[in-house]
Nanobody, 124 residues
């Protein structure tokens, strides 16, 4: 089993920035895509951003495009999510995940390993 740990969450004011990090307890799946998802109680898990194994292909949801940036250390199971211009609607628990393949995917079902999540709260 692979355990992913997210960090960097917190409570900030709207317009501020936050950077999330995701690391695996053990080096694994370095050649697989990675992604970030978020979830609010009562809602389905929502895609945020994804990146291919080599960082050459990144995808973003329309709600975060131009504000968030996903990145990763090349050839490693470490990913980051730089969040700028945060809005109250960005408030959620953010999860990182490792894909089953090398490509970036928006579907939660294509990911095989998930972290425990980190809370991000944005106040108006």
């Amino acid at each position: 089993q692979v355990q992913l740990v997210e960090s960097g969450g917190g409570s900030v004011q709207a317009g501020n920035s936050l950077k999330l990090s995701c690391t695996a307890a053990r080096r694994t799946a370095s050649n697989n895509g990675m992604g970030w998802f978020r979830q609010v109680p009562g809602r389905e898990r929502e895609f945020v951003a994804a990146i291919s194994w080599n960082g050459g292909n990144a995808k973003y949801s329309d709600s975060v495009k131009d504000r968030f940036t996903i990145s990763r250390d090349y050839g490693s199971s470490t990913a980051y999510l730089q969040m700028n211009l945060l809005k109250p609607e960005d408030t959620a628990i953010y999860y990182c995940a490792i894909s089953r393949s090398a490509v970036s995917s928006t579907a939660p079902t294509t990911y095989q390993y998930w972290g425990q999540g980190t809370q991000v709260t944005v106040s108006a």
